[in-house]
């Protein structure tokens, strides 16, 4: 069984930029739609950007739209989250998911595998 490792996080200051990668290993990458969400201090769980098997559809969050983007390399079973002009409420634990069963999907039931995830703090 294979693994998700999500990697990248760490402290910046309003209006700047980190990227996250989710690297995957043991399975078949290239027929996963990957998901990532994150969950901030006291909040629920919430999707932030997915990106679909090909990579032809890319989806986001309404909060995160222009900000953000996601992309995938297959070849290297990698894919990112390239996070600019980030705010204090950026500030999650961010992970990544994969899913099977769906072509999009916002929802954490649409994925079947779950990284650990990495902690992104933005300061004010």
């Known amino acids: 069984q294979g693994q998700l490792i999500e990697s990248g996080g760490g402290l910046v200051q309003t209006g700047g930029s980190l990227r996250l990668s989710c690297a995957a290993s043991?399975?078949?990458?290239?027929?996963?739609?990957i998901g990532w969400f994150r969950q901030g201090p006291e909040k629920e769980r919430e999707f932030v950007a997915g990106?679909?098997?090909?990579?032809?559809?890319?989806y986001y969050a309404d909060s995160v739209k222009g900000r953000f983007a996601i992309s995938r390399d297959n070849a290297k079973n990698t894919v990112y989250l390239q996070m600019n002009s980030l705010k204090p409420e950026d500030t999650a634990v961010y992970s990544c998911?994969?899913?099977?069963?769906?072509?999009?999907?916002?929802?954490?039931?649409?994925?079947?595998?779950w990284g650990q995830g990495t902690q992104v703090t933005v300061s004010s």
């Open positions: 043991g399975r078949t990458f290239s027929s996963y739609t």
């Open positions: 990106i679909t098997r090909g990579g032809t559809t890319r």
């Open positions: 998911a994969a899913g099977i069963r769906i072509y999009t999907g916002r929802y954490t039931s649409d994925f079947d595998y």
